[in-house]
């Protein structure tokens, strides 16, 4: 299995040195190859329409936790996180 | 006084009618943290135990009602919130984090008289089969300091057996309490999925992850897990569970699609008599078949790194504790702070994740991989027709040796072949040990049909009863 390593390292938000991204793109080979016979099955027709779906969810409420979401956060000001300028 | 050959009954009772004090018993169980140091199963000690535990002696004298687990030490896997106190999933990115609530399951332990004294290693974001993916280095095993601990609950099983505390709450994924607990010589269960809330619980794979209590006994284990289960408003997928109803006599099932692969196993005569032990009690036992379960480890290592690779986007340098130093803009934010936070294999999964949900590969892997889940489910529905339970090992063979399996992945990932089947498909599952080897132990696994863990419990006290 062939895979396009900067793609993904794109997609999941991670950079790795030549090393590294050399010694992840063989694991990640291996590990597809490992998984690849999921592709093959031949499964019954029954299974498939419910397989991904979205459960049933409650009713959506606004709410207060009674916690601050901020409190780990490594920067933030006047109840915000604080991040650097994202639009000119 | 030996606490250690109490069960926690036998402590709560003690607590209560003051033959000692809540006090006491932590202290005992701190003292044995600090002696068995070197094992390396232990992040923290919390410098507040002895105080709640003095807050219990209180009630006590006052006359005020307490619980099952009155004065009783509890050790975290350090992937669950306890209010005020650090947790850290074992991982760099987040050392300095501290809980601004408590787990539902917290609640539940504290309510019912519990002490939490410290929180245990495990592999970073319990990803691992070894305890060796950790920020704060390499848990011991129990039994033989050489091998590993068994992951990613190795902490909290190592330090049940050393007897640091009565009871230690792990997290199972895919068998991440069964397979340390086969290690270590603990009884380890992962529960029917939903009997235990999630909330408050670092999220590896939520369709599968479930918390648990490991125990040196049974008895200790149900008493425990009792206590944490229920539905809970802050957990959707909670149910109730009344754990079934014990029976007089049990059909045992083994897994026609599994028997080759057991058989090859070094262990297998041992297996095969114990096998023979259940039809001398009286046990029928009796071939089943659940045809697509070979692939349930393929099935796992498809769905659970694509449900991780979203749960873990929310670590982004922006809500939790560290961000990278070096970075000016969002984007770097989100990639430097990811990339020198992670570690490498809950980078693999990220990456293994985002493969099998991109576009292109989304239908012939994780749609597929869905499918083959719920084909599992109907097959073992079916399998349970004929039987009560599935009986194999737990793991393959005895715990391994420290550095054997961490260079090579998928080596790693096959020590969960026998556990991973009960995870995908909800059902649970209990490790119970059976033999040794070396002086090591083996544990077999029981599977039952959905809330059925008082079947489990039942013939698992069989098993070590004539141990």
Avoid: W
Wanted: hydrophobic share 40%; glycine share 6%; net charge neutral.
């Amino acid at each position: 299995m062939q895979i396009d390593i900067k793609h993904l390292e794109s997609l999941s938000k991670l950079e790795f040195d030549e090393r590294k991204e050399k010694q992840f793109e063989k694991d990640l080979e291996k590990i597809l190859d490992f998984v690849d016979e999921i592709t093959k099955l031949d499964l019954p027709k029954e299974d498939k329409s419910k397989a991904v779906s979205i459960s049933a969810l409650r009713e959506d409420e606004p709410a207060v936790g009674d916690f601050d979401p901020l409190s780990n956060a490594p920067d933030k000001k006047d109840g915000c996180y604080k991040v650097p300028l994202v639009v000119e | 006084m030996d606490f250690l050959k109490m069960s926690i009954k036998q402590i709560s009772d003690g607590v209560k009618k003051q033959d000692f004090s809540a006090e006491e018993v932590v202290k005992f169980f701190i003292d044995r943290i600090e002696k068995y140091k070197e094992y390396n199963a232990i992040i923290e000690v919390f410098d507040d135990a002895e105080q709640k535990a003095k807050a219990i002696d209180e009630k006590v004298k006052s006359g005020e009602k307490l619980g099952e687990m009155a004065g009783v030490p509890v050790i975290l896997k350090d992937n669950i919130l306890y209010l005020g106190h650090k947790m850290s999933v074992a991982s760099a990115f987040m050392k300095d984090y501290v809980a601004p609530y408590s787990a539902t399951i917290v609640k539940k332990l504290e309510k019912a008289g519990a002490v939490i004294i410290a929180r245990a290693n495990m592999d970073e974001f319990a990803m691992g089969g070894s305890t060796e993916n950790s920020v704060y280095g390499v848990t011991l095993n129990s039994k033989d300091k050489t091998r590993v601990a068994g992951g990613s609950s190795g902490g909290s099983a190592t330090a049940v057996a050393l007897g640091l505390a009565p009871v230690a709450i792990g997290t199972d994924t895919g068998g991440s309490i069964r397979q340390p607990s086969s290690f270590n010589g603990t009884v380890g269960i992962k529960p029917t999925y939903g009997t235990v809330s999630r909330y408050g619980i670092v999220a590896f794979a939520s369709s599968t992850d479930q918390a648990s209590p490991i125990t040196r006994t049974i008895e200790d284990n149900e008493l425990v897990l009792k206590i944490m289960a229920g539905k809970d408003q802050f957990d959707q997928t909670s149910i109730e569970n009344d754990f079934g109803v014990a029976k007089k006599t049990y059909t045992i099932g083994l897994c026609k699609e599994l028997m080759d692969k057991i058989q090859k196993l070094e262990q297998y005569p041992l297996f095969e008599k114990k096998i023979k032990d259940f039809e001398k009690a009286g046990f029928i036992i009796k071939q089943v078949s659940v045809p697509h379960i070979a692939s349930s480890l393929a099935c796992y290592y498809v769905l659970t790194p694509a449900e991780a690779t979203s749960n873990l986007a929310r670590f982004d340098g922006v809500k939790y504790t560290t961000r990278a130093k070096d970075a000016k803009t969002i984007d770097e934010i989100l990639i430097k702070s990811r990339s020198q936070g992670f570690g490498d294999e809950v980078k693999r999964r990220i990456m293994l994740g985002n493969f099998v949900l991109s576009s292109g590969y989304f239908d012939a892997y994780y749609k597929k991989a869905k499918e083959l889940q719920q084909l599992l489910k109907k097959e073992f529905a079916k399998a349970f027709e004929k039987c009560d339970v599935i009986i194999t090992p737990t793991t393959p063979d005895v715990a391994f040796k420290i550095g054997e399996k961490s260079k090579d992945p998928i080596s790693m990932y096959l020590e969960d072949l026998f556990t991973v089947p009960a995870s995908i498909s909800g059902i649970p599952a209990i490790s119970v040990p059976y033999a040794e080897k070396q002086g090591l132990p083996l544990s077999m696994q029981i599977m039952g049909k959905e809330k059925s863990e008082s079947v489990l419990y039942d013939i698992a006290k069989c098993i070590m009863e004539e141990k």
